[in-house]
């Protein structure tokens, strides 16, 4: 059977499903899973795989200088490490970041890089965002360079839609993560939701600007004014600008989705 176009039945009926799934990126609940977000290392991970995800790569705009993230094999180790912190959570590869403190003519001198998405979490309800984090191969180099701080981040660029600022369109959401639990290995699922801070990189809410850090649950309550809420732009896993830092990312969770960074791509699994 034919639909209209030329198009199988069978056709229609995937392009339906895959349109209901990019416009749901951001929105239903959170599968509660032990042990935070599901991930127990091997190929498949905690979840389910769901779907590719086809719209993710470097935010050229958001980028400076000239740092590196890439989809990479493992990191696997370090040398002497074995069991599930020895290998990435999902998978068999991670996004590998790579900036530098010093490498460019601009002030401050440090290169950034977001690595994200700038499609499919477009117009979601910022009031939505319930389960967030990743996990992180960090490194003792890491420690030295920046201190135990020194850290990746998740970035939301947002519109605040505040009633009382109604000609600002744009911040950016930044969770700073606690210290890395281990070095040399892959952590644990660290969760933004309970744990390191979040700031909006604009003052439209004084109470969570980078020195006045919030918690999740208080940032969202602070962007609600009575206005039309704050709606999401992008997402993406960044780093800089301060310190040099080499390592990788895997397991970045927006809800119920976790995106397991691959050579051939984000897949998409579902946590549960």
Same mark, same amino acid.
């Given at each position: 059977?034919?639909?209209?176009?030329?198009? *199988?039945? /069978?056709?229609?009926? +995937?392009?339906?499903?895959?349109?209901?799934?990019i416009?749901?990126?951001?929105? @239903? =609940? %959170? &599968?509660?899973?032990?042990?935070?977000?599901g991930?127990?290392?091997?190929d498949?991970?905690?979840?389910?795989?769901?779907?590719?995800?086809?719209?993710?790569?470097?935010?050229a705009r958001? *980028?400076? /200088?000239?740092?590196? +993230?890439?989809?990479r094999?493992?990191?696997?180790?370090?040398?002497g490490?074995? @069991? =599930? %912190? &020895?290998?990435?959570?999902y998978?068999?590869?991670?996004?590998?970041?790579?900036v530098a403190?010093?490498?460019?003519s601009?002030?401050?001198?440090s290169?950034?890089?977001?690595?994200?998405?700038?499609?499919?979490f477009?117009? +979601?309800?910022v009031?939505?965002?319930?389960?967030?984090?990743?996990?992180?191969?960090?490194?003792?180099?890491?420690?030295?360079?920046?201190?135990?701080g020194?850290?990746?981040?998740?970035?939301?660029?947002?519109?605040?839609?505040?009633?009382?600022?109604?000609a600002?369109?744009?911040?950016?959401?930044?969770?700073?993560p606690? +210290?890395?639990p281990?070095?040399?290995?892959w952590?644990?699922?660290?969760?933004?939701?309970?744990?390191?801070?979040?700031?909006?990189?604009?003052n439209?809410?004084?109470?969570?600007?980078?020195?006045?850090?919030?918690?999740?649950?208080?940032?969202?309550?602070?962007?609600t004014?009575?206005?039309?809420?704050?709606?999401?732009?992008?997402?993406?896993?960044?780093?800089?600008?301060?310190?040099?830092?080499?390592?990788?990312?895997?397991?970045?969770?927006?809800n119920?989705?976790?995106?397991?960074?691959?050579?051939?791509?984000?897949?998409t699994?579902?946590?549960?």
């Amino acid at each position: 059977m034919r639909t209209r176009l030329g198009a *199988t039945r /069978g056709k229609a009926l +995937a392009v339906a499903a895959l349109a209901a799934i990019i416009a749901s990126a951001l929105g @239903g =609940p %959170a &599968s509660a899973v032990a042990g935070g977000d599901g991930g127990g290392g091997g190929d498949g991970g905690g979840g389910d795989h769901v779907r590719p995800a086809d719209h993710w790569g470097v935010i050229a705009r958001n *980028t400076i /200088g000239s740092p590196v +993230a890439d989809l990479r094999n493992g990191p696997y180790g370090s040398f002497g490490v074995t @069991g =599930p %912190a &020895s290998r990435p959570p999902y998978g068999r590869g991670s996004l590998g970041i790579e900036v530098a403190d010093d490498s460019t003519s601009l002030t401050p001198p440090s290169e950034k890089v977001d690595f994200g998405n700038e499609v499919d979490f477009y117009g +979601a309800p910022v009031q939505s965002l319930r389960s967030v984090g990743f996990h992180v191969f960090q490194t003792g180099e890491n420690v030295s360079y920046g201190g135990a701080g020194n850290m990746p981040n998740i970035r939301f660029e947002i519109d605040p839609n505040l009633t009382a600022l109604p000609a600002d369109n744009y911040s950016t959401m930044v969770w700073v993560p606690d +210290a890395s639990p281990v070095t040399n290995r892959w952590s644990g699922f660290l969760d933004a939701t309970s744990t390191g801070y979040w700031f909006l990189t604009g003052n439209e809410v004084p109470a969570c600007n980078q020195a006045a850090r919030c918690s999740l649950d208080q940032l969202k309550a602070a962007l609600t004014d009575g206005g039309a809420g704050a709606t999401v732009l992008t997402a993406a896993v960044g780093k800089g600008r301060d310190h040099m830092w080499i390592g990788a990312v895997d397991g970045l969770r927006v809800n119920q989705n976790i995106y397991d960074f691959e050579t051939d791509g984000v897949r998409t699994l579902r946590a549960g």
